[in-house]
Each structure stands twice: as structure tokens, then as C-alpha cells.
T-cell receptor, first 112, second 112 residues
């Protein structure tokens, strides 16, 4: 069974400090992973897709198949980064409509 | 926001009553999903649809049914609401050939 683990429920860092949000996955095939961000009581927004290797809002994430990880990083945290962050793994259904398995989320707080 | 709206946005209902939540999209996407979000659980897939009248169960489908009679609408029904179904419900779409999902604004349901 596939699983996504985000070991930190809460992460608090100071403004300007580096941020790393951890995500580990369990999946026997070739994974497809995403990071989503949810600002207070808003809809989830796609932040990153591992296949595109892009940087959004200064965040990057690298897939490490050996360690089965997809950690989210930012070199200098900003106060507006405070939010819930979810790591998600594509569920292959074979029919095209592939749901996502989500981790439980990490609440990131950036202190001034 | 990928043209996704949800209604109602908030609802309070009593145990044992039926409840229907609506997800509406304006961009003719084939694939649609319903998730519930609960503290400590992240998001979990309830049901999904890969076309009109084509639906399937997700990981937490007990107590829920869905219908999709038109491309633009995906309905989630709680046949007899229970307090354990108090949650925030999110609808999502994915585009053909792409696996990232885009989410609606959510419906906050309270079952008393």
C-alpha cells in the first residue's frame, strides 16, 4: 500500500532562516509527487510537481528515490510562507482518474 | 482556481438527515474527485469520477455516494449524516494527461 509520511506536525523557524519540510513516501512503482500549500482556511494550491523540477515562491523539492524522500526546501523563509504544507503521491488507478494520497501535513510558522 | 466552485460553503445539519454537496466546474474537465480534510489526517479520497456516470470508490467511501449526470457537476451525498462526517469537504479536478489536481474552496459541514 502506498503511504506518505510528513514527520513534523509543526515547524517553527525565524524569518530569513532556511526551511526544510520533510516528506517520505512508500510506493513500489515509479512515484509522482506533489507539494500543496494551504493558507489559513483557503483552498489547497499546487506548489510543486517533482516532474517539472521548477521553483515556485523560492521553494524547491528534489525526489530522492534511494531515500524515498521528497523534501521541500527554501533558503530564506518569509513571513508569508506561514501555512499548512501537504505532500501528495499519485495513486495509479489505471483509468486516468488518479487520486492523491496525502501526508497529514506540516504547519509551518515563520516567526518575525 | 480552475473554475471550480462548491456549494454550500457552510452547512450545519442534524444526525440522520441526508446531505448533498455540489461541485461545479466550468472548464469541461473529465476527472473529478471528492476529499475530506480532518485534523491529524490530512486529506483522504472519498470518491472520484472519470466521466459522466463513471465513478469509483476511494479510501473512505463508507457512508457516501456520488453522482455525475453532467460533466460540470459532481455531487456528494451523505445518505444519513453522522457526527463522524463532520469535516471540510474539497472537490478537485485534474486535466487530461496531467496528474496534479486543482481544488475547490471547500465546504465546511457540521453534523450535530
Amino acid at each position: 500500500a502506498q503511504r506518505v509520511t510528513q514527520p513534523e506536525k509543526l515547524l517553527s523557524v525565524f524569518k530569513g532562516a532556511p526551511v526544510e519540510l520533510k516528506c517520505n513516501y512508500s510506493y513500489s512503482g515509479s512515484p509522482e509527487l506533489f507539494w500543496y500549500v494551504q493558507y489559513s482556511r483557503q483552498r489547497l494550491q499546487l506548489l510543486l510537481r517533482h516532474i517539472s523540477r521548477e521553483s515556485i515562491k523560492g521553494f524547491t523539492a528534489d525526489l530522492n528515490k534511494g531515500e524515498t524522500s521528497f523534501h521541500l526546501k527554501k533558503p530564506f523563509a518569509q513571513e508569508e510562507d506561514s501555512a499548512m504544507y501537504y505532500c501528495a503521491l499519485r495513486m495509479y488507478s489505471g483509468g486516468g482518474a488518479d487520486g492523491l494520497t496525502f501526508g497529514k501535513g506540516t504547519h509551518l510558522i515563520i516567526q518575525p | 482556481d480552475a473554475g471550480i466552485t462548491q456549494s454550500p460553503r457552510h452547512k450545519v445539519t442534524e444526525t440522520g438527515t441526508p446531505v448533498t454537496l455540489r461541485c461545479h466546474q466550468t472548464e469541461n474537465h473529465r476527472y473529478m474527485y471528492w476529499y475530506r480534510q480532518d485534523p491529524g489526517h490530512g486529506l483522504r479520497l472519498i470518491h472520484y469520477s472519470y466521466g459522466v456516470k463513471d465513478t469509483d470508490k476511494g479510501e473512505v467511501s463508507d457512508g457516501y455516494s456520488v453522482s455525475r449526470s453532467k460533466t460540470e457537476d459532481f455531487l456528494l451525498t451523505l445518505e444519513s449524516a453522522t457526527s463522524s462526517q463532520t469535516s471540510v469537504y474539497f472537490c478537485a479536478i485534474s486535466r487530461q494527461g496531467r496528474y496534479e489536481q486543482y481544488f475547490g474552496p471547500g465546504t465546511r459541514l457540521t453534523v450535530t
